[in-house]
């Protein structure tokens, strides 16, 4: 078992720090994020909590001193510590998946201790090698929509790859010049999210024309009513899902057996749903790509490593952090990122 090869590795941890981070991006709001580090033995562990909702990170920081979590564990002991720890102190998030991504703050910081501790790296850890990472760069087109983001994207670097969010403002010519461009991977039709500021409602025309305008392209997580279900018959091995993804049992429950899909470890909570999932996935040959979540620090490393280790060639949404500033530098790193030439623990390096 995958998970079985870190579920005994042994931490100890002394002291607890978080630092917040804020950045405005390029979708036109300001991301907070809050970085914990766990200390012990001379080490720190760091993990990112990328909870959407900037007045948690606050709570967080202030009630962060009554986190029960010091002392010396195997991961796994650390898992089930974590487990009967309420990180939202009694108030219920936004949205209950909130939980999750907080966990995972805590839960990779462990992980990352837990292998600077033992001296080690995921990679060897897993026995496996750290490759190099292909990625797309994450944009929503202007309002109205044009295409001249990801045109312009295209006149600095012509290799570049992207994930798109195509909505009902998608015209059939937005469309036409979109797929001219060759360069379009992922389309995710935000179908699955409810009660966010990103959600499209089911559109069949909009689906019937992102299907027909990208034949070669994935298409993510669509909203299957009677009325569009339909429309994605053929299109099935097309079809990827991202947000419902949240462990082995969510997969089973898909609509069907997938042939990809979007892997955001934040999602999952723990470590070992996460590597329980990637091993149900690459034992039925499931294909995977990663996902991020405007990761402003230590989650977007951790992005890096684990696509390096199961799914590096794939149209992985894990471009660094510089591509979703409002006003990203001239230079900026180019896919594929190379492997590590001196990874430590969970860190990329």
Same mark, same amino acid.
């Given at each position: 078992?995958?998970?079985?090869q870190?579920s005994?590795?042994e $931490?100890?941890?002394?002291?607890?720090?978080?630092e917040q981070?804020?950045?405005d991006?390029?979708?036109?709001?300001t991301?907070?994020?809050? $970085?914990v580090s766990?200390?012990?033995?001379g080490?720190?562990?760091?993990g990112?909590?990328?909870?959407?909702?900037n007045?948690?990170?606050?709570t967080?920081?202030v009630?962060?001193?009554?986190?029960?979590?010091?002392?010396e564990?195997t991961?796994?002991?650390?898992?089930?510590?974590l487990?009967?720890?309420d990180?939202?102190?009694?108030?219920?998030?936004d949205?209950?998946?909130?939980?999750n991504?907080?966990?995972?703050?805590?839960?990779s910081a462990?992980?990352?201790l837990?292998?600077?501790q033992?001296e080690?790296?995921? %990679?060897?850890?897993?026995?496996?090698e750290?490759?190099?990472?292909?990625?797309?760069v994450s944009?929503?087109l202007e309002?109205?929509?044009t295409?001249d983001?990801?045109?312009?994207?295209l006149?600095r670097?012509p290799?570049?790859?992207?994930?798109?969010?195509?909505?009902?403002?998608?015209?059939?010519?937005?469309?036409?010049?979109?797929a001219?461009?060759?360069?379009?991977r992922v389309?995710d039709?935000?179908?699955?999210?409810h009660g966010?500021?990103?959600?499209?409602?089911a559109?069949?025309d909009l689906y019937e024309?992102?299907?027909?305008g990208f =034949?070669?392209?994935?298409?993510?997580?669509?909203?299957l009513t009677d009325?569009?279900?339909?429309?994605?018959e053929?299109?099935e091995?097309? $079809?990827?899902?991202?947000? =419902?993804i949240?462990?082995?049992?969510?997969?089973?429950?898909l609509?069907?057996?997938?042939m990809w899909?979007?892997i955001k470890p934040?999602?999952?909570?723990?470590?070992?749903?996460?590597?329980d999932t990637l091993?149900?996935?690459?034992e039925?040959?499931?294909r995977?790509?990663g996902?991020?979540?405007?990761?402003l620090?230590?989650?977007?490393?951790?992005?890096?490593?684990? %696509?390096?280790?199961f799914y590096?060639?794939?149209p992985?949404d894990v471009?660094p952090?510089?591509?979703?500033?409002?006003n990203p530098?001239?230079?900026l790193?180019?896919?594929?990122?190379?492997?590590?030439?001196?990874p430590?623990?969970?860190?990329w390096?």
């Amino acid at each position: 078992m995958l998970y079985d090869q870190v579920s005994t590795l042994e $931490v100890d941890i002394e002291d607890i720090h978080l630092e917040q981070h804020e950045r405005d991006t390029s979708s036109g709001f300001t991301r907070a994020t809050t $970085v914990v580090s766990l200390h012990g033995s001379g080490e720190i562990g760091r993990g990112e909590d990328v909870t959407y909702d900037n007045a948690a990170h606050e709570t967080l920081a202030v009630e962060s001193p009554t986190v029960p979590l010091t002392g010396e564990y195997t991961l796994t002991e650390f898992s089930e510590q974590l487990g009967d720890v309420d990180l939202f102190f009694g108030d219920d998030p936004d949205q209950s998946i909130f939980r999750n991504y907080r966990r995972w703050a805590f839960e990779s910081a462990a992980l990352d201790l837990a292998l600077k501790q033992t001296e080690t790296t995921l %990679a060897d850890c897993l026995g496996r090698e750290y490759s190099p990472v292909r990625f797309v760069v994450s944009t929503r087109l202007e309002d109205p929509p044009t295409g001249d983001r990801v045109l312009n994207w295209l006149d600095r670097n012509p290799e570049l790859e992207f994930k798109l969010d195509p909505t009902s403002e998608w015209t059939s010519d937005v469309v036409e010049r979109l797929a001219e461009t060759d360069a379009v991977r992922v389309l995710d039709l935000k179908g699955q999210y409810h009660g966010t500021t990103v959600d499209q409602p089911a559109d069949p025309d909009l689906y019937e024309r992102v299907l027909d305008g990208f =034949p070669d392209a994935l298409v993510e997580d669509p909203a299957l009513t009677d009325e569009t279900q339909p429309l994605f018959e053929g299109h099935e091995n097309r $079809v990827t899902w991202d947000y =419902p993804i949240r462990g082995v049992d969510t997969v089973e429950s898909l609509p069907w057996e997938p042939m990809w899909l979007n892997i955001k470890p934040s999602r999952f909570g723990s470590v070992q749903s996460l590597f329980d999932t990637l091993e149900y996935c690459e034992e039925r040959g499931i294909r995977l790509f990663g996902g991020g979540q405007f990761e402003l620090d230590v989650g977007r490393q951790h992005l890096h490593a684990i %696509a390096s280790l199961f799914y590096p060639g794939s149209p992985n949404d894990v471009a660094p952090t510089g591509y979703n500033d409002p006003n990203p530098d001239e230079e900026l790193p180019r896919s594929p990122l190379e492997a590590p030439s001196s990874p430590r623990g969970l860190e990329w390096g």
